[in-house]
């Protein structure tokens, strides 16, 4: 039913009320909003008159009509948040924009901004009709290529653009692969301690989910071949483990894809940081070892570029592509083109690579400056172990288990640390704090951060 014109006005005051129309925001012309609720232009105006009168908007004569920019509202307190699952109190929120130390985030002040914007308008400005329509499912072409030459030239793979299929992040990413290739029942084996987002989500789309345990050379292959062989998925971050930052070992690599093979068992790859490798060259990914095509790899730009971008991707086996294919067109809407379309020229235009280098070095440099930080702050406190690449660092605890308690407290001086034991799913639990360095700018900088929770960090751990 068409609204009359006391509807039109409930609308705009309840809006106006509840902060949603804020003060100085512009509202339609009378003529558009007539056109658009399919109402006579004198039902709207009898609606504007009336907010106008009560003093809810004003008109500005050619600039149109606002809400009243001197309006005060008292807006009602929002509803509680109901408490939730506890445990997640002591585990920061990565979607949380505000404190330091965040994990995962590259360095935002090292992003190359104006490179970006430039590609930005190129794109916008090379908008086609054609490019109005709904997104390829599996992803806009020219994206697909690029990623496929580059994921062939820096990680060592050997894939055709017909594999990759673009996807908006981890969730996105092993959600499709599940729905694709897995059935409820199957049994699927994440690393302990493990992503702690993809074990949530793996808990909850998974009836039979199994933890392996890590020590310094990745996964035990060893454990999981004597307890899981029968498993159907193996989650893995051979790279740098999420979160210890080990490297899977390379006979470890080739027990894995030995137990694919045989089996016909799928190893998911999840490649999230493997750009971020300092002390040896870059390190080919686990699946440029992948004879038997059994690794299904996947990547995403949140940790190269940004987290906002809300882009990754899988490499599909090429058994498996018409399965994705049918998959997709059912449960996915394909990414935005615009954005694919500006990553595609930051690729294809090598500025991709050349981003990659100076990250690794700034990302080397400012670890080391992390490291120093911890020990001149807490020298008896913390020990860290120095791995080979990543983007955070784990700062051990010397003793004690009370890292939950410990990451509350540095939460409250708004450092966004992550408690290294709510990781664990298995006993024995190794206990510490997770610590994203990528956005300090100096030893002093790291220092001062640190030194915000030092007296509570330090009566607690007395
Ligand atoms: C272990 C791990 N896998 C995958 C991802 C990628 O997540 P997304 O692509 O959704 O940003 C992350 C990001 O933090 C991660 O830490």
Redesign the pocket.
Known sequence: MRPGYKAIYERYRQNIQAGILKPGDKVPAIRVLALELGVARKTVEAAYAILTGEGYLVSQGAQGTRVNPDLLIKHRPADPIEPGDATLGALVD?RDKSGELR??IPSLDAFPYKKWLLLAGKSVRSMRPGDMVNPPVMGYAPLREAIASYVNISRGLNCTAEQIFITS???NTLTLILETLAARTDKVVFEDPG?YF?KTLLRRSVDQLHYVPVDERGMDVDYFLRYHRDARFVIV?PSHH?PLAVTLSLPRKHQLLEWARETDGWIIE?D?DGEFHYTRKVLPALKSLDAHDRVIYTG?F??TIM?ALRI?YIVMPKSTLSAFKETGEITENGQPVMTQKILTAFLAEGHFYRHLKKMRALYQARRQMMLDALSQVYPHDFHSEMHDGGMHIVAFLIKGTQDRELAEIWQRHHLRVSPLSDWYSLSPKRYGLIIGYTNIRSTEDAVALLQRPQQETQALLA
């Open positions: 990565i994990l995962g992040g981890y969730r992503y993809g971050t999420s999840d999230y995403t949140s940790k987290p990754s």
